[in-house]
């Protein structure tokens, strides 16, 4: 089992910032790779970066490349996502999530465990 808890999510105006964490506990943390998912009201939740292993590899979404950047510290068993340049539609519950397969996937069913989201609201 991996245990997985996200924070700092928040209310920020567009053009803002926020750094999401992701900490984890139970099996190994190196393990796994990590992924980033949003879900907006009414919408289907969807990919949106992950990290392999190492830390070497990325895949983000589109509409996120350039503004978001993905990175892990294994000693510290912590995922981060950093958001820049925000927007009203990044607004969403953000969720972390691991997944054992060695694959930066961007389905929601190469992840087995999940985090219980955190809350990121960017006004306009």
């Known amino acids: 089992q991996v245990q997985l808890v996200e924070s700092g999510g928040g209310l920020v105006q567009a053009g803002g910032s926020l750094r999401l964490s992701c900490a984890a506990s139970?099996?190994?943390?190196?393990?796994?790779?990590m992924g980033w998912f949003r879900q907006a009201p009414g919408k289907e939740r969807e990919f949106v970066a992950a990290?392999?292993?190492?830390?070497?590899?990325?895949n983000y979404v589109d509409s996120v490349k350039g503004r978001f950047s993905i990175s892990r510290d294994n000693p510290k068993n912590t995922t981060y996502l950093q958001m820049n340049s925000l927007k009203p539609e990044d607004t969403a519950v953000y969720y972390c999530a691991a997944s054992p397969v060695p694959s930066l996937a961007v389905t929601t069913r190469f992840y087995r465990y999940w985090g219980q989201g955190t809350q990121v609201t960017v006004s306009s």
């Open positions: 990290i392999s292993w190492s830390g070497e590899n990325t």
């Open positions: 139970g099996r190994t943390f190196s393990n796994y790779v």
